[in-house]
């Protein structure tokens, strides 16, 4: 009977420590989601934003390289531009760094801060952006729905800058039957589908729409320019 009941009170030993291990397991596995989920959030920001902010930053100076001889004054205009996007850059990932989140500069909303990334686009490259800009639609996007808008609008014109060899650009923001509607357009050579590897600036646009239950449809044909569209629905404002 002793020896019974000292079996019982090593089965519950047994039973008490194998429960421990499995919550420390379990523990243990979302503690290793939560560090690979900020992983792959951080990648996916560092990527859209800095990263975007360099390269561009990167063209313009070739530019400049290639004006230095010719338009010396316009180059210094260009080389001023470039130090404080730096600064910009630098304060961006001091910032990111101490957990902040990337979001509009401050004092501007949406509107002026889609301008300013088209300001950008043709300061480095010369490039003609038409933007057309709803106000209206502009104030239904709610701040963190701006951060992921942003980011989706830079990709779409570093894509344009780096790949469509494009005159003519345009973007627009406005209203939809269904909400908010995010258009960039190219007349650049474009692509077929298929054919065009996914880079992680594609993967980012459709991460970021699924976190706001959007979507965004990129389409193309070889020769007749890009098409990137970004629908926010109305409901995910309630």
Do not use: W
Request: aromatic share 2%; proline share 2%; net charge neutral.
């Amino acid at each position: 009977m002793k020896g019974y009941q000292r079996m019982l009170i090593d089965l519950k030993g047994s039973l008490a420590h194998t429960r421990d291990a499995e919550e420390s397991a379990r523990r243990s596995e979302r503690h290793l989601r939560q560090v690979l989920d900020g992983r792959a959030r951080m990648a996916q920001d560092l990527h859209d934003g800095i990263i975007q902010s360099l390269f561009a930053q990167t063209l313009n100076l070739e530019r400049c390289q290639r004006l230095v001889r010719t338009q010396a004054e316009e180059v210094i205009g260009q080389l001023g531009y470039a130090v404080a996007e730096l600064k910009t850059v630098i304060r961006g990932l001091r910032g990111y760094l101490g957990g902040l989140k990337p979001q509009p500069a401050e004092g501007e909303n949406l509107e002026q801060a889609l301008a300013s990334q088209v300001r950008v686009m043709q300061d480095v490259s010369g490039m003609n952006v038409d933007v057309k800009i709803d106000p209206a639609a502009a104030q239904l996007v709610l701040p963190e729905q701006a951060m992921h808008m942003l980011f989706i609008a830079r990709e779409a014109l570093s894509n344009v800058l780096q790949h469509s060899k494009a005159r003519q650009v345009s973007l627009r923001l406005e209203r939809h039957s269904a909400g908010v509607r995010l258009v960039v357009e190219d007349d650049g050579i474009g692509f077929t589908a298929g054919t065009r590897q996914r880079g992680e600036g594609l993967k980012n646009m459709a991460a970021r729409a699924a976190t706001l239950h959007a979507e965004v449809t990129i389409s193309s044909e070889s020769g007749r320019g890009t098409h990137v569209v970004f629908e926010l629905p109305v409901e995910v404002h309630a």
